[in-house]
């Protein structure tokens, strides 16, 4: 169902009728009171229907209405408790926008005047319609605060309302139309879709509901993640019906253990989970691992979404389905293939990175480019400044569905890693020999991919694999990315020892990603010894030239 209906909803007395008409003429699109409707259906006014069928003869036509415009091109004003009616949150949620006019009680009560027409309020004296205002507003307060748009309405002239939310719905439309680039992981009865926006994450919720058939959310993050983005998150899912609740785990890679994984069985059993449960990882590449990891194995497998929140997990680890934890011997040893349900991509949070973890990300952005778009990385060579920039909203929409394309093709033809996906290991041979000879400390993962590309890129040409001259290009676009392109001045001995670990090996041979040319990848069966030869520079293995002895 498309979100295409604006839902207004709040207590009698917010405006919603008023604003409706003049949001409508603001937008072209047809007014619906939804009161007006019940009344037309039932041929009879609602003090009437109150009369002859009590108020739960009333919340039922009210459900009956509610599903009749769901979805519907217009503007929409509800009754004060139809957001209340059981389902109903998800409904709105599904179909459209909702937004809350909020007023105080006393507003409400100068502008319901002595209640004529209200059943709720018809009988009592001014004092006795302000109590009940205020407790039907307590008790609808929690419904209401599930809208994507709240707007105090008090001392406000109706067009300066409708004015504020016509201004919000067209950033919402503009981030709608810039984005929810769909790009297929095409895996069966088990595909999926990413979706990338800007300015997209309040539609998480209706998303996750079209997505999974759950009824509560579990939604991990890390503490810097969540102070920006988890109560938008929870409040976008709540709005969808599903109940949510947040898990901090704590940032870092340590947090990536069987014992953090068991603390979060736990902590997710006590919120009441089961096998209806979703869980939601919203962060980065470290936060995917390891709720995937936990959804993978709590009660045999809970449904997963992805919330990239970095670069490098919206390109490229957020799909795939690799989730796993560490072991002290090594990285991601433990671990399960477990595919998200969908990967939900909001561009606009890449604006709150540091530029250092940005521009690690974009590593595996030019690595997708150099493995197998060569459109990609040409448009890298000529855009990247304004890429990184983050200001052309749609030419950074454009890398992100080129990059997540590649990966998403390749996962389709090779779910398990068995051929293909080794591709998309171009560079890690050497960085994860790097991050590991730096204990994994002082060096972003891209960093060091960029590193091993470059290494790779050059190795490829000693080979005669690759076209003389294409190193260079890479290593030029990562160095205007101001990534290190040169490997750490270490004993060949001391790369050696960490490549004879390396988990692509295949007995004494490791799988070496090589360039053919760009957006053309392969692999060669190499021992650690010909990947860096006795006599070669570290900076990709062409022969160290000996100066000529002084005569």
Request: glycine share 12%; net charge positive; proline share 4%.
């Amino acid at each position: 169902m498309e979100r295409r209906t604006v839902w207004l909803v709040g207590m009698m007395g917010a405006g919603k009728s008023a604003v409706g008409r003049a949001l409508a003429q603001r937008l072209g699109r047809p007014f619906v009171d939804s009161d007006a409707e019940i009344e037309a259906a039932a041929g009879r006014p609602i003090p009437a229907i109150f009369a002859a069928e009590g108020e739960p003869g009333f919340r039922a036509r009210e459900r009956a209405v509610l599903a009749q415009l769901a979805g519907r091109n217009a503007v929409v004003a509800l009754g004060g408790g139809a957001i209340a009616q059981p389902g109903a949150g998800r409904l709105l949620a599904r179909s459209g926008r909702v937004v809350w006019l909020r007023a105080s009680p006393r507003t409400l009560l100068a502008r319901v005047g002595d209640g004529a027409g209200r059943p709720l309020l018809a009988g009592r004296d001014e004092r006795g319609r302000l109590r009940e205002l205020a407790r039907l507003l307590k008790a609808r307060a929690r419904h209401y605060a599930a809208a994507d748009l709240a707007v105090e309405t008090d001392g406000l002239a109706v067009e300066a309302v409708a004015a504020e939310i016509a201004a919000w719905l067209g950033r919402e439309e503009r981030g709608v139309a810039h984005g929810l680039r769909r790009v297929p992981v095409a895996l069966g009865e088990r595909s999926y879709e990413v979706r990338i926006g800007w300015g997209s994450l309040a539609g998480l919720g209706a998303a996750v509901a079209e997505a999974v058939d759950a009824t509560r959310a579990l939604v991990v993050t890390v503490p810097p993640v969540g102070r920006r983005y988890a109560a938008a998150a929870l409040r976008s899912l709540r709005a969808a019906g599903l109940p949510a609740t947040r898990f901090d785990v704590p940032d870092g890679d340590r947090s990536k253990s069987l014992a953090q994984v068991a603390r979060l069985y736990e902590a997710f059993l006590d919120a009441g989970a089961d096998r209806s449960s979703v869980v939601i990882a919203l962060g980065g590449g470290m936060v995917g691992d390891l709720a995937g990891f936990a959804a993978a194995t709590l009660l045999r497998g809970l449904p997963l979404v992805q919330v990239p929140t970095t670069l490098l997990a919206m390109i490229d680890s957020s799909l795939g389905g690799k989730t796993g934890v560490n072991l002290r011997r090594g990285k991601n040893l433990v671990g399960a293939f477990h595919q998200p349900r969908l990967v939900w991509a909001d561009a606009a949070l890449l604006r709150t990175l540091p530029p250092r973890v940005l521009a690690a990300g974009m590593a595996e952005v030019v690595k997708h480019g150099a493995i197998r778009d060569a459109v990609l990385f040409e448009r890298l060579e000529r855009d990247l400044e304004r890429v990184l920039a983050l200001r052309d909203e749609a030419l950074v929409l454009d890398v992100l569905e080129r990059a997540v394309a590649v990966k998403a093709d390749v996962v389709a033809q090779d779910e398990r890693e068995t051929g293909l996906r080794a591709h998309l290991n171009f560079g890690h041979t050497l960085g994860h020999a790097v991050e590991a000879l730096r204990g994994y400390r002082g060096i972003l993962h891209g960093e060091a991919v960029a590193m091993g590309m470059v290494f790779a890129a050059r190795r490829s040409e000693a080979l005669g694999i690759a076209p003389e001259g294409l190193a260079e290009r890479l290593r030029a676009l990562l160095a205007r990315a101001g990534l290190p392109t040169e490997l750490p001045d270490l004993p060949r001995a001391a790369y050696l020892a960490a490549l004879r670990v390396d988990k692509k090996r295949r007995g004494t041979r490791i799988r070496f990603v090589v360039l053919k040319g760009v957006g053309a990848a392969d692999t060669v069966a190499l021992r650690p010894e010909e990947i860096l030869p006795a006599g070669r520079a570290a900076r990709g293995g062409r022969p160290q030239r000996r100066r000529a002895a002084a005569r």
